[in-house]
C-alpha cells in the first residue's frame, strides 16, 4: 500500500522565480492538503483540494496556487518566490466521504525542501 | 481565530524521565485532537487522536494524551521516555464543522539523553 509520496525532495530556486511541488496520495484517497512548515515552526495550512476544485484556503496570497487531477495528484505552484517561502512543503492525503473532507484523518508524506536564495 | 498553543519549545531529559508536554487551544465548537511526531530525518506520523469517547488516549509507543474539555488542553504524557524518542511533537486541531484542515501548534523539540 503505497503512501503519500512528493516530488522533488529538494529544490534551490533565486528569488522572482516559479516553482511547481508534486504529490501523489495514499492509494485510495481522494483529497489532498497542502502544508508549509518553515524551519522551527509547526505546518501552515496553505490549501485543499477535493474533486479536483479548492475546497478551503489558508492565509497565503494567490502567489499560492494548485491543481488536482482526476487521478487525485496534485501540484502546488509558487509563483514570484520570496525567501521567506523557503521551507518544508508537505502534502497530505485523506479520503473524502459523502462530498465531505470532514473529521477525515490525514496522512502526510516526506515533504518537499525548497530553498530560495 | 483559532490557535493551539503549546507550552514548550525545547525539552531536555534522560532516559526514564517521565514526559508531559502542555497543548491547548482556542476553538470553542467541536474538535478532534491530535499529537503528531516527527523524528529526524522524517516525515509527520500520527501518534495518536481524538475524535469522541474515553477522553484518554492511547497512541504507539507508549504515549498517551488526556482531553479536558474544560480546559481546552490535549496534553502528550509518556511514563519513561527513550533515547529514540528524541524528535519534535506537534499538537493539531481539526474543527470538526470545517472539512479536515489541521491547525498546528508550533511545536516542542525533546531531547532525550541516553
Known amino acids: 500500500d503505497a503512501g503519500v509520496t512528493q516530488s522533488p525532495t529538494h529544490l534551490i530556486k533565486t528569488r522572482g522565480q516559479q516553482v511547481t511541488l508534486r504529490c501523489s496520495p495514499k492509494s485510495g484517497h481522494d483529497t489532498v492538503s497542502w502544508y508549509q512548515q518553515a524551519l522551527g515552526q509547526g505546518p501552515q495550512f496553505i490549501f485543499q483540494y477535493y474533486e479536483e476544485e479548492e475546497r478551503q484556503r489558508g492565509n497565503f496570497p494567490d502567489r499560492f496556487s494548485g491543481h488536482q487531477f482526476p487521478n487525485y495528484s496534485s501540484e502546488l505552484n509558487v509563483n514570484a518566490l520570496l525567501l521567506g517561502d523557503s521551507a518544508l512543503y508537505l502534502c497530505a492525503s485523506s479520503l473524502g466521504v459523502g462530498g465531505s473532507t470532514s473529521g477525515s484523518m490525514q496522512y502526510f508524506g516526506p515533504g518537499t525542501r525548497l530553498t530560495v536564495t | 481565530a483559532q490557535s493551539v498553543s503549546q507550552h514548550n519549545h525545547h525539552v531536555i531529559l534522560s532516559e526514564a524521565a517521565s514526559l508531559e508536554l502542555g497543548c491547548n487551544y482556542s476553538?470553542?465548537?467541536?474538535?478532534?485532537l491530535f499529537w503528531y511526531v516527527q523524528y529526524p530525518g522524517q516525515h509527520l506520523q500520527l501518534l495518536l487522536k481524538y475524535f469522541s469517547g474515553d477522553p484518554l488516549v492511547k497512541g504507539i509507543k507508549g504515549f498517551e494524551a488526556e482531553f479536558i474539555k474544560s480546559k481546552f488542553s490535549f496534553n502528550l504524557r509518556k511514563p519513561s521516555v527513550q533515547w529514540s524518542d528524541t524528535a519534535e511533537y506537534f499538537c493539531?486541531?481539526?474543527?470538526?464543522?470545517?472539512?479536515?484542515?489541521?491547525?498546528f501548534g508550533g511545536g516542542t523539540r525533546v531531547l532525550v539523553k541516553p
Open positions: 493539531a486541531v481539526m474543527k470538526k464543522a470545517a472539512g479536515n484542515k489541521l491547525t
Open positions: 476553538y470553542g465548537g467541536t474538535v478532534n
